[in-house]
């Protein structure tokens, strides 16, 4: 099983960016999906996650600004960024669960400038 994380970058506070997570190498649809993240010398900390049925669940720091989605054709996950803060700033993980397991991908950086 893989996931592929993609759309990290640089930007600055109050722009934009989304992520993507592409689960590969599985044969069932993943159930929840989510991203969690991990800021330097800061636990790994969840974001938001989204069930196989579309429910959502949201950090109290995010919400209003970020949106988690999934496109069940294609087993990929999305999080949309919106007025990006640098408290923001952090290495955003991609999480699927398989079948009761879970699966992680590797990290995309993503960056806000003030």
């Known amino acids: 099983v893989q996931l592929q994380a993609s759309g990290g970058g640089l930007v600055q506070a109050g722009e934009s960016l989304r992520l993507s997570c592409a689960v590969s190498?599985?044969?069932?649809?993943?159930?929840?999906m989510g991203w969690y993240r991990q800021a330097p010398g800061k636990q790994r900390e969840l974001v938001a996650t989204?069930?196989?049925?579309?429910?959502?669940n949201y950090a109290d720091s995010v919400k209003g600004r970020f949106t988690i989605s999934r496109d069940n054709t294609k087993d990929t996950a999305y999080l949309q960024m919106n007025s990006l803060k640098p408290e923001d700033t952090a290495v955003y993980y991609c999480?699927?669960?398989?079948?009761?397991?879970?699966?992680w991908g590797k990290g995309t950086q993503v960056t806000v400038s003030s």
């Open positions: 999480n699927a669960n398989l079948m009761g397991i879970s699966y």
């Open positions: 190498g599985y044969i069932f649809r993943p159930n929840d």
């Open positions: 989204i069930t196989g049925g579309g429910s959502t």
